[in-house]
C-alpha cells in the first residue's frame, strides 16, 4: 500500500468552529452576523445561467475592481479559492522542501499546516502582550514571514509604521500580511500594509468572507509585487475560484452601503460584547477584529455555559491559546443568548 511523505504524519487537521442549533447561536467562525449584501443573490442569479461554462480563470473583472480600489496595477492582484488556498500557493512556490518560515505563536492554522505540508520549517514567535513580538520575528532568518493583523484569534494590531519598520529590518525576504480582519479596525487606512505591496516590499492577503460575508463562496485575493502573482499563477489549479463567486465578489464591492453597516455592526457590538464579559467577572483582550478573546480560568465551563444558552464558541484550546475562549460578534438575537448565558450562575 502506498504511504503518504513522512513529514505529513505529524499535522494536525484544521478543525473549524462547530454551528450552532441556530445561525444567532453561531459564534464560532468569525462570520458576518449580517450576511452578505442584498446585491449578492440578484448577482449570483444571474450569474448562474452560465454556469455550464468555465469560468474567468484570472477573475479579470474582480482583479480589475481590486486594483482601482487598491491603486495598484491589475498584474498585482490575484485571486484565490479563499485567501487560504493562496497561503498554500506560497507556501508551495517559496517553502517547499526545507524552506523556512516565522510566525506568531499561536499561529493562524493555515499557515502552520500549509509549511508542514511542504515540508518546511516553521519558527513560532510567542506573542508579546498578546501582540507580535516583531523584534524577535526579525531576528529569525528566513523564506516568509507572516504577519496576521489583526492578529487571529487575539484580535490585537500593529499599527504600518511598525510593519514598516518590521520589513526594513527582517530577516526574512518575504513579509506576507494577513488583513482578513482589517476592515473592523477602528482606522483601516492607518493599519493597512497596501502601501508596502503597492511598493512591492510585502504582499498582503485579504478575504471576501468576513466584512462582505461570503464565506461560503470562497474568495480572497493576493496584492504583491507582479512577480510573485506571476509565480503563484503557474501553480495554481486553472478555474480555482468559480464563476458564481466572482460575480459575487463584484457585487459586494459595489455596495458601500452594506460595508459600512457591518463595520457600525461590528464595532459597536464588539465593545459591548467585551463589557458583557468584562461585567461577568472575565478579561478580555482589547479586539480590533469581529470577534474578542475572553481570558476564562476555566475554559471548558465557559465554553459549556454558553452552549447550555445555545452559543456556539472557540476554545482557545483548539487555537493555540489555553485558557481562553473566543467568540465572535454576533447579531442582535445572538447579543442576547449571550447574555442570557452570562446571567446564569
Known amino acids: 500500500m502506498i504511504r503518504a511523505r513522512p513529514w505529513l504524519d505529524g499535522i494536525t487537521p484544521y478543525r473549524p468552529g462547530r454551528q450552532a442549533l441556530t445561525a444567532a447561536g453561531s459564534m464560532a467562525s468569525n462570520e458576518s452576523p449580517l450576511g452578505a449584501s442584498p446585491r449578492v ?22 482583479r480589475q475592481r481590486l486594483a482601482e480600489l487598491h491603486e495598484v496595477s491589475v498584474e498585482h492582484i490575484l485571486v484565490g479559492n479563499g485567501s487560504d488556498e493562496l497561503i498554500f500557493l506560497l507556501a508551495w512556490a517559496y517553502l517547499a522542501h526545507g524552506g523556512q518560515a516565522v510566525c506568531a505563536d499561536p499561529a ?56 514598516e519598520s518590521f520589513v526594513a529590518r527582517a530577516q526574512s525576504r518575504l513579509v506576507v500580511v494577513d488583513e482578513a480582519y482589517i476592515d473592523f479596525t477602528d482606522d ?50 486553472p478555474f480555482s475560484v468559480g464563476g458564481l463567486a466572482q460575480a459575487a465578489a463584484c457585487a459586494a464591492l ?18 459591548a460584547l467585551a ?19 475572553v481570558r476564562a480560568r476555566d475554559e471548558d465551563h465557559l465554553v459549556a455555559r454558553l452552549a447550555e444558552h445555545g452559543v456556539s464558541v472557540r476554545p482557545g484550546s483548539a487555537l493555540g491559546a489555553p ?16 447574555e442570557r448565558a452570562l446571567a446564569m450562575p
Open 41 to 62: 443573490a440578484a448577482a449570483v442569479a444571474e450569474a448562474v445561467t452560465g454556469a455550464h461554462q468555465y469560468p474567468d480563470p484570472l477573475a479579470t473583472d474582480l
Open 108 to 163: 493562524y492554522r493555515v499557515d502552520e499546516i500549509s509549511s508542514q505540508v511542504v515540508d518546511a520549517r516553521l519558527t513560532r514567535i510567542p506573542l508579546r502582550n498578546w501582540t507580535h513580538d516583531l523584534p524577535a520575528m526579525a531576528d529569525v532568518a528566513a523564506d516568509i514571514a507572516y504577519v496576521v493583523n489583526p492578529h487571529n484569534p487575539t484580535g490585537t494590531t500593529l499599527g504600518l509604521q511598525a510593519i
Open 323 to 338: 485558557g481562553t475562549v473566543r467568540i465572535s460578534v454576533p447579531s442582535l438575537p445572538g447579543m442576547a443568548l449571550v
Open 254 to 271: 459595489d455596495d458601500h452601503s452594506h460595508y459600512q453597516a457591518v463595520r457600525r455592526h461590528t464595532m459597536q457590538h464588539r465593545a
Open 275 to 293: 463589557d458583557l464579559f468584562t461585567s461577568a467577572g472575565y478579561d478580555v483582550v482589547p479586539s480590533q477584529a469581529n470577534f474578542v478573546l
Open 188 to 237: 483601516p487606512a492607518a493599519t493597512s500594509a497596501i502601501p508596502l505591496a503597492r511598493q512591492g516590499k510585502a504582499a498582503v492577503l485579504r478575504t471576501f468572507s468576513k466584512v462582505h460575508g461570503l464565506a461560503g463562496l470562497r474568495v480572497g485575493y493576493l496584492v504583491a509585487d507582479p512577480a510573485i502573482i506571476d509565480t503563484l499563477r503557474t501553480v495554481r489549479a
